[in-house]
Nanobody
Framework: QVQLVESGGGLVQAGGSLRLSCAASGSIFRLNTMGWYRQAPGKQRELVATVTSSGRTFYAGSAKGRFNIARDNAKNTVYLQMNSLKPEDTAVYYC???????????WGQGTQVTVSS
């Protein structure tokens, strides 16, 4: 089992910044991709950004140029720095970890991000 604990969400004005953190613990896959997804009310969960065990990153179009994902392997933690936030970024943000060599995957409980106009 892997436990993921997110933190850093909150209320921010449009144009502001937030930094989300997700700490993994337990039986963490040796090779894993960590990522952030989000789900707005009435919408499906969508990918925001991922980072592989080797540090390769991927961003959804809505996140490119504004968000930065990074990981600290020593701390088993992934971060999402969100800048120039927009009201449409309002959602529950979920941390995810998947094994790169098996079918294992886990989700965090989510953290609310609200951007006011």
């Amino acid at each position: 089992q892997v436990q993921l604990v997110e933190s850093g969400g909150g209320l921010v004005q449009a144009g502001g910044s937030l930094r989300l953190s997700c700490a993994a613990s337990g039986s963490i896959f040796r090779l894993n991709t960590m990522g952030w997804y989000r789900q707005a009310p009435g919408k499906q969960r969508e990918l925001v950004a991922t980072v592989t065990s080797s540090g390769r990153t991927f961003y959804a179009g809505s996140a490119k140029g504004r968000f930065n994902i990074a990981r600290d392997n020593a701390k088993n933690t992934v971060y999402l720095q969100m800048n120039s936030l927009k009201p449409e970024d309002t959602a529950v943000y979920y941390c995810n970890i998947v094994s790169e060599i098996s079918s294992g995957a886990y989700w965090g409980q989510g953290t609310q991000v609200t951007v006011s106009s």
